[in-house]
């Protein structure tokens, strides 16, 4: 299946209303039996996502389904396209569960990179025809194309809308997504505690790339024996099939410096010439590169995750190796290439303002349908690490499990469950310590406490 795959659809031969406030599931208005009969089609772009140019999508706006997969705040903000409806990307998943998975859609964010990632979760869902609009609202205003920050946007009311609150006021205010435990166990995934990402995260360090090499350091730990580069590889295609999607990030930062470096390899020259997107090159490269370009994306400076990154600087601290950090991001890199559809690569933009840690705590255990706070570490000018020690603990012993039935190394060791959990729980905070005493050493920590859905307490921790 080459990148220039297309997705045709015949759109439909009927006029639908689209109310304004109406509910979520309302479909393209096709205003003549002409405009009904011309087909629409999705093209992908050379990093594998389904997109479309905003040229295309205003002159599509009554054959096709647009929604804005932003948080509100930025709608107002920022202006959107009146009149589109609306879903912020944390409530997705859920909230499309009643739509047609044959009318066409086009999700619309700032940059393209969120609204490229809810075209992965509709796909996963089994929709057939759905797109990302190209360059976001970014794109949209550089065309000049017209907007509004007035509120005609309309908002899909479902569960996933339901299940979202605001907590607080101004700065101290929490944009809260309650997500149950079972979504990370089939098709979920954990982001990483980085300040910077702007929709509700169930924050672990690494996201679930670190909670990976967590794993295998582990399993080193108590067998006493290296892993191979092809048991990694293993163990991440084992992972993918037991949890679905695996999630791992870097930052433009990181990718600036890649760009700089390979431009500087003549290797690299006519590549980059043709289509200077080094996040293109990272997605699809040219088989021929590949070897090269994975070498380069495992160099500390151009990795954008600081927890991965400190690893590979501070391997002793973590009580890891750096060949093994490094073995997990290529198998990531290499999995995102082959099946892009199992891999959430997400680039993060911005620098580094985290003005606090926070740390969030349930009252009682953690269990599968447990309902859980994802909380947005960045909102408006405040941004701060977000930690879910409880709920990373038990996704982490699911990881065990799985590592304990699918790695011979561990079977033949006869290491026993409990023992292992053990010395996981142990490395996990020794690890999850180190990161923060590198990337946040000043910073306050604040322990939220949640009673069910209600914020019980939020209090500072004193300093050790």
Known sequence: MSWRESRPLLALHAVVALAFGGCGGAEPVIESAEDADREIRFERSPGGVYEVAPAWVRANLRRVR????????????????????????????????????????????RSGRRSARGVDVLDELGFHHVASMTGGMQAWRAEGFPLTQEPTYRPIHDEATASRARLG??????????????????????????????????????????ELVLALATAESV???????AEVESV???????????????????????????????????????????????????????????????????????????????????????????EVLVAAY???????????LVVLEGSHREGSVMIVRLEGDVHPYSRVPAIAPRA???????????????????NAYLLLEETTTLRDAGVSAESFVAR??????????????????????????????????RAPLAAD
Do not use: K, N
């Open 223 to 229: 067998t006493g024996r290296e892993l191979s580069t």
């Open 66 to 109: 647009v929604i804005d997969v932003r948080e509100e705040r930025e709608l107002r903000e920022d202006g959107h396209i009146e009149g589109v409806e609306w879903l912020p990307l944390g409530g997705l998943a859920v909230g499309a569960a009643t739509w047609s998975r044959e009318a066409p859609i086009v999700l619309v964010c």
């Open 169 to 210: 006021e101004g700065e101290e205010a929490l944009d809260v997504h309650w997500v149950r435990v079972a979504s990370l166990l089939f098709g979920g995934s954990q982001a990483c505690v980085d300040g910077r990402d702007e929709h509700p995260v169930l924050g672990t360090p690494g996201g679930d790339a670190g």
């Open 380 to 398: 408006g000018t405040t941004s701060r690490f977000v930690v879910h020690p409880q709920v990373s603990a038990f996704v982490r012993e699911q």
């Open 236 to 326: 991440l295609r084992d992972y993918v099939r037991a949890f679905g999607r695996f999630y791992f990030h870097t930052d433009v930062h990181a990718m600036e410096q890649l760009a700089a470096s390979l431009r500087a390899d003549p290797r690299f020259a006519s590549v980059l010439a043709e289509d200077p997107s080094v996040e293109t090159l990272v997605r699809s490269p040219p088989q021929a590169l590949e070897g090269p370009l994975l070498e380069a994306l495992v160099h500390p400076e151009h990795v954008g995750c600081g927890h991965l990154r400190s690893m590979l600087r501070h391997p002793a601290a973590y009580h890891t190796r750096v060949a093994l950090v490094q």
């Open 334 to 344: 290499r999995r995102l290439v082959r099946h892009p559809e199992d891999v959430e």
């Open 424 to 457: 996981l729980a142990e490395l996990a905070a020794i690890q999850a310590e180190t990161t923060l005493g590198l990337l946040a050493p000043d910073l306050p920590r604040e322990e939220l406490l949640f009673r069910g859905r209600t914020l019980s307490s």
